[in-house]
């Protein structure tokens, strides 16, 4: 079968990079990456250390308005499409590129794989939530990770071509933790004791483009005696910047670049807590045993708060060092997101199409 994969943002680079080799064993994979992200360690670092094949395809889409970014998107997927008349096209998460992806396939009647489908928030403020609903109700097929995931899209109506699978995500993590157990030197380098330092990472518009909400998450860590480590996600330190929080950073913040994924699986692993306002860091969190402490108000994995394992703090100064002192569970029930075979389940179902 001749599939096209669509991508353009870092998180969707780690969902399709086991995939698409096992997809690549049976079927013929055109990978086309919209350019959402095009920084080296947004994008290509991704590409060398997860061995994700070459694009087939590079749309150098870039940054923008949102509307303008789906368009242009859109419009250079839709020829892509138009050539290489696939038979399926598989979309990853919930990102513009997504959404794009998705849409243009389904203009064209092609058929079309949603690959951690389910998801919400039901948060229609968050633009992933948007693209989320849409590109789930024009799938063919949904992949799920999770059973909640499952009820969500049964309560809107999608019943057929749902899938529970579990999560890509853990299968990538299982596959490199060794690799980045051996290679990675993030922790010695930086001289971080175990256990001992918080990692955060901020990148939603909700948190970023917001003044109050910004000054209030750096005012927290000022009042916690730790070591935080801060990787810089490109829009956060654009804020930081415009806003003038950047002579705010207190001491105990240390700011550093996007980190590649076999620094950033050492970096969380050897972490106290997690902050962060992103969807894949509080799974990694729980796949690793890490209590997260959720900068937003909603999540979409609501599995890892019931279990404890999260908590959802928005970006109140008291309720973060509140929750950086608070205890966590220290063992695990279960796992949430399957048993990270996701990839060899998709690839079956994708095989027994007609
Ligand atoms: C996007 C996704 C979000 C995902 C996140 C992962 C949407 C709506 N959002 O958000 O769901 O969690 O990726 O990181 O699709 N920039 C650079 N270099 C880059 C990429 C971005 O400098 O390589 C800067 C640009 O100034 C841009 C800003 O970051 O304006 C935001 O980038 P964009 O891709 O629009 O959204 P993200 O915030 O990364």
Redesign the pocket.
């Known amino acids: 079968m001749k599939i096209v994969s669509i991508v353009g ?3 969707q680079l780690i969902k399709c990079a086991l995939l698409s080799h096992e997809l690549r064993k049976e079927h013929e994979e055109i990978l086309v990456h919209t350019g ?4 080296h360690t ?2 290509e670092i991704f590409f060398e250390e997860l061995l994700i094949p070459r694009p087939d395809y590079s749309l150098n889409i870039g ?2 308005p ?1 509307g303008w ?1 789906t368009g242009e998107m859109l419009a250079k997927l839709e020829s892509v499409l138009q050539l290489e008349k696939p038979e399926l096209v598989l979309t990853y ?6 959404l794009a992806g998705a849409l243009a396939a389904a203009k064209l009647q092609l058929r079309v794989a949603h690959v951690e489908a389910g998801l919400r928030s039901f948060d229609r403020t968050m ?2 939530e948007i ?1 989320r609903v849409i590109t789930d109700h024009i799938s063919s097929l949904c992949f799920c990770p999770t059973v909640t995931a499952v009820m969500n899209l049964s309560r809107e109506g999608i019943i057929t071509g749902v899938h529970y699978v579990g999560d890509v995500m853990y299968d990538v993590l299982l596959q490199n933790m060794k690799i980045s157990n051996n290679k990675s030197r993030i922790c010695q380098m930086m001289g971080l004791k175990r256990k001992d330092y918080l990692v955060i990472t901020i ?3 909700s948190n ?1 483009d917001n003044f109050d909400r910004l000054a209030s998450i750096i005012d927290a860590l000022s009042m916690v005696a730790k070591l935080v480590i801060f990787p810089l ?3 956060t330190k ?1 804020f930081l910047d415009v806003y003038g929080l950047l002579d705010r950073i207190p001491r105990n913040v240390k700011l550093i670049e996007p980190l590649g994924y076999l620094d950033m699986l050492q970096l969380m692993k050897g972490a106290e807590k997690i902050l962060t306002d ?3 860091i509080q799974k990694e969190a729980y796949m690793m045993s890490v209590p997260c402490i959720t900068l937003r108000d909603n999540t979409e994995w609501v599995e890892t708060v019931e279990e404890g394992w999260n908590v959802l703090v928005g970006a109140d100064k008291d309720r973060i060092i509140e929750e950086i002192g608070a205890p966590f569970p220290t063992k695990k029930t279960g796992n949430l997101f399957g048993n990270g075979d996701a990839r060899l389940k998709i690839a079956k179902i994708i095989g027994e199409l007609n």
Do not use: A, F, I
Request: glycine share 12%.
């Open positions: 943002t870092r998180p959402q992200h095009y920084d947004m994008s940054s923008g949102h970014q998460g919930d990102t513009n590129s997504t633009p992933e693209n990148h939603r518009p970023t996600h490109p829009r654009k992103s969807g894949g």
